[in-house]
């Protein structure tokens, strides 16, 4: 079925299959996800206007839907789920061409990328990813890279050293064999791929080497998620932060979808509902995530 709008509309399930988008979340990397009821009814929708293919969507309206406590290990810790949306409607009447597709795609990859930084930072109560205060994370004092000396090995060797300490640090508070490794911070992801002037060693490759024997998935936060706006703003400028992915959990409410799609023709418009959930990083045990900052001298 056509994607042009004069040639008929498809159904959400067609257009979700047929969708093409270019982000995916760098929070899924973590494996262990909870789902949280989420009352869809309680939800505010923000309408858009589809006149434009390149409409971008707003903030988008929030409203809280419930509070769930959950026990673990005789502690209770609270997740505020919640959902946040936006409606689109196109008039039917009307004889402009618009692709739908590829609005929705290009909605979806925008909160995809909200997602992510609502995962990444946290919201409000909920934890994020980066958090340094929240319940079993772990925040060891900031390390700081010298300046470069000779051909700059004592900057690898600094990091190796970094990194050594931290494998320490997972073997003697979570003992997993399992991890997830986040780098984030213009900085950081651009000195990971420095060299020694002999070509012989890399920055990126010693960290890797300090996590040897262990399954580990290393990650380079995308700064679409952790922006240096955003990064500025929660006094985070540059750091790696290790999930020990057995005892950490991506809680959420729901992952970015189109809730709902359909046509009123009593009224001649096609309207369809996008859906975003909270989310929330929650390690179970002290150190199941630990963040070590990193400055450069």
Same mark, same amino acid.
């Given at each position: ?22 982000? *995916?979340?760098?929070?899924? #990397?973590?494996?262990? +996800?909870?789902? !949280? ?6 939800? &505010? %929708? ?123 640090? *997972?073997?003697?508070?979570? #003992?997993?064999?399992? +991890?997830?490794? !986040? ?6 992801? &651009? %000195? ?106």
């Amino acid at each position: 079925m056509a994607n042009d709008i004069r040639s008929g509309i498809k159904t959400k399930e067609e257009y979700i299959e047929g969708s093409s988008i270019s982000y *995916v979340p760098s929070i899924l #990397a973590i494996p262990k +996800l909870k789902k !949280y009821t989420l009352d869809i009814a309680k939800v &505010t %929708f923000k309408e858009l206007s589809v006149e434009n293919d390149s409409v971008v969507p707003s903030d988008l309206v929030s409203e809280m839907t419930e509070i769930n406590a959950v026990k673990i290990s005789g502690k209770s810790h609270t997740f505020l789920s919640y959902g946040r949306g936006n409606t689109l409607r196109k008039d039917l009447r009307s004889n402009g061409a618009v692709n739908i597709q590829a609005f929705h795609d290009q909605v979806l990859r925008q909160y995809n990328i909200l997602f992510d930084q609502t995962g990444f930072f946290g919201e409000g109560q909920n934890a994020g990813l980066s958090s340094l205060t929240a319940s079993n994370f772990l925040a060891p004092a900031s390390v700081e890279i010298p300046a470069i000396s000779g051909n700059g090995f004592n900057q690898i060797l600094a990091a190796k050293q970094m990194g050594v300490r931290l494998n320490k640090l *997972v073997n003697n508070n979570t #003992a997993s064999s399992d +991890l997830t490794i !986040y780098f984030y911070g213009d900085q950081l992801t &651009t %000195f990971l791929g420095n060299i020694t002037e002999g070509q012989e060693t890399d920055v990126r490759g010693n960290i890797q080497k300090a996590f040897a024997g262990k399954n580990v998935t290393f990650i380079e936060v995308s700064e679409l998620a952790a922006t240096p706006a955003l990064l500025s703003a929660a006094s985070l400028v540059n750091g790696i932060i290790i999930v020990s992915n057995d005892v950490t959990t991506l809680e959420h409410s729901g992952l970015p979808e189109i809730e709902d799609d359909g046509t009123n023709t009593e009224k001649k418009y096609y309207w369809s509902n996008y859906i975003l959930g909270s989310a929330q990083v929650r390690p179970e045990i002290l150190g199941g995530v630990i963040h070590q900052q990193v400055t450069f001298e």
